[in-house]
């Protein structure tokens, strides 16, 4: 008897890797690869967004249907201050939210139904409760926004190294059960996974 199996079609290249090289270099080497789909990670120098404006989609999408590529799923850039989802203060967490608001809009407007997000942090010197509250609020309005653009976020547990909030699949579990939106999925970080000392087994029981 023989377990589940994935095609390679099924698994899609990421850019994030290609950071030192050219956004055309990327596509011209994941379908030389032989790539149908990629998980395009939305930052510099392949594609700029900020709480204003983001980049030009329609550019972006002949460049991947020029290349046979098309986009499963789009990270718009998250961690780095002050683009995170646990952000402290009024202003940068409404700023915060008009940035993720744009990935949504620009992950739309490319045709893809999936944008990942994770918890953000909370500072290690501060309440870790409040953070929690930022974060779960955070996700509940971007959800909502996501809800009426036709996509849904896909979280993914970071490592402790890099939060505080949301690093094991009970707290994963948790935070979308708060957040407790239709458009909120869970997804698996095989590295924060395995981390953790988790199975891909326990995820698919989990959700």
């Not at 939210?97 to 999936?114: E, T």
Request: charged share 20%.
């Amino acid at each position: 008897m023989t377990g589940p199996t994935i095609r390679f079609e099924q698994i899609a290249s990421q850019n994030q890797m290609y950071r030192l090289y050219s956004l055309s270099y990327f596509l011209h080497s994941a379908q030389a690869i032989g790539y149908r789909s990629i998980a395009f990670w939305a930052g510099p120098p392949h594609f700029s967004i900020d709480g204003v404006s983001y980049g030009d989609v329609r550019a972006l999408k002949a460049a991947f249907d020029a290349h046979s590529l098309a986009c499963t799923c789009w990270t718009t850039p998250a961690l780095l201050p002050p683009n995170q989802f646990a952000i402290e203060g009024k202003e940068a967490i409404e700023d915060t939210f008009r940035y993720f608001s744009n990935g949504i809009r620009a992950c739309s407007d490319i045709g893809c139904k999936l944008m990942v997000c994770n918890s953000g942090y909370g500072m290690r010197t501060h309440d870790r409760d409040e953070a929690w509250k930022r974060c779960r609020e955070m996700l509940r309005r971007l959800a909502e926004f996501a809800q009426a653009y036709g996509v849904t976020l896909t979280m993914e547990s970071l490592r402790p190294q890099e939060t505080n909030l949301v690093y094991t699949l009970e707290q994963t579990r948790e935070m979308i059960a708060q957040v407790d939106h239709p458009n909120l999925k869970a997804m698996i970080d095989t590295t924060a996974m395995r981390v953790s000392g988790e199975t891909m087994w326990q995820w698919f029981e989990a959700f």
